[in-house]
């Protein structure tokens, strides 16, 4: 039996997806992975359940403030900062099931002189074509340091709503401005004293309306974020600054000592550029996914406060660029531990190679995330919720019902009533429905597996086992692969669970099937950080 045709819609296309833009200034945690990359590796496992090409490349961000600010706390260097925390971070999202292609580091060779050429060579380009505005202006700096006070070395309150903030941006209200913007500014170290103000020459790129527009970004965004970019033009204006006085990162042409590149103005599209280099040369047919014409569909992912700087690429737009920026984003809320923001520096965290090293389920933990994902407002990762969700849904009620079907299944031919074959097509394609960037929805594609589940609970007719199982693993697969690969090799399947082939029509290795399990509570508390 093959479904594709009724599931697809359309023929198979190459893609792209690319899991945030990560600043690697400490392990990842619960918080990040439950976010933008749980949400691009269901997406990208699910692309290929439907037969589509999928390359997973994406970077991290090695010259944020907040990689000088680790260093200078721990007494390092922002380069080992960098480089430890860029590969634990592709260790613990191998270890998750989280495959990346490519995972450049862009201080490091082969990336580091490339990223420095990019990041020059636009600025020249633009300078060229008259698309930079350039000002003198006042910043904050360090009365004892010299530091700049910018990104994570200065807090207050933000302009907008008045919640506390740092640096140019806002957690509550999603809103970014300038350094000079907080109210009450001060430095976050206290070895910084108090702040002064110091002239410094700033350059800003103006955004072309076409583009750098909230009707622009509602076409690449879910529902309600192009709100964000138009909040920020109505603060800012409609432009973006492009350099600051950092200290780290990549050196602005005729800059003073401290003045660098904005990360998250000509940096994310620099990085973005290599991206869309890295992508050209695996493609065995050589496309550049970023083209205007491209046939390759583009899918990012991040976290609620990094929109606007996925948004800030548009800014670069104009008549002359023969680019789009990726063609869509999704976007998630955070994501609180017990009823509190996840938080490195309150130690306020689960860590996830702590997860891993305790040897707990990783499927679990996954679908568990998946049932808090969330677009629109903040979720919780209780731990008992957690440990509950594992023993009343997982281990009490899937497991039985599925060694059911494998144990009955056994003993009957494969049959395939048009109406039960109508019922799979319909979970499949919701579960498609829900996963279809930019609103995907790892949560809905949760509710859809467990209906699909609980459809069997009181039985299934004789034959239907075989089709009811191959729903179930496909419908497993992106969310927890390792569930969804036992039974499809129960069910005689190579590889991962795929539409692309006719389905497994008959169950051949039951033993393949090795159970869902509770997690313990104990277990889990225990990877809290405890008190001192």
Known sequence: MNLLEQVRRGPARPHLVTAAYHTPNGPLHLGHIGGPFLSADVVARHLETLGHPVARISATDSHESYILMTARRGGLTPEAVATRYHDEALTALTGLGMHQDAWPDMHRAPYRDLYHARSHATVEDLARRGRLVHETEKLLHSTTTGQGLVGAFVQGGCPACGSGAAGSSCEACGLWF?????????????EDGTAELRAVRSAFLPGDPRWFSGEEAARRFPPGYAEL?????????????????????????????????LSYGTGTYAAFSILRDL??????????????????VTIATGGYDATLPWMFVLAFMDDDTDWQPHQHHIMNRFLLLNGSK???????????HDYLDAGLSVDALRGYLASLSNADGESDFRTAGFTDWTSRVLADRWDPIVRRALRDGAHHDATYSESF??????????AADALRPPTTSPRAALATLDAWITRAEPGLAPGHHPLWLAVVSLLAWPLMPTFGTQLWTALGGTGHPTLATPLPD??????????????????VEALLPQPA
């Open 421 to 430: 074959t109508a019922e799979a097509v319909a979970a499949l394609t919701a």
């Open 178 to 190: 300038g350094p000079a913007d907080l109210t009450g500014a001060r430095p976050t170290l206290p």
């Open 279 to 296: 992508y050209r040369d695996a493609d065995p047919a050589g496309r550049d996914a970023f083209a205007r014409d491209t046939d390759v």
């Open 342 to 352: 996840f938080s490195t520096s309150r130690k306020h965290v689960i860590w996830a």
């Open 229 to 261: 970019l138009e909040a920020y033009v109505a603060h800012n204006g409609r432009r973006i600054r492009l350099n600051h006085p950092l200290g780290w990162g990549v050196p602005w042409s005729g800059g003073t000592a401290d003045d660098v590149h």
């Open 506 to 523: 008959r169950i051949t290795a039951p033993e393949a099937y090795e159970g869902l399990s509770a997690v313990p509570r104990t277990s």
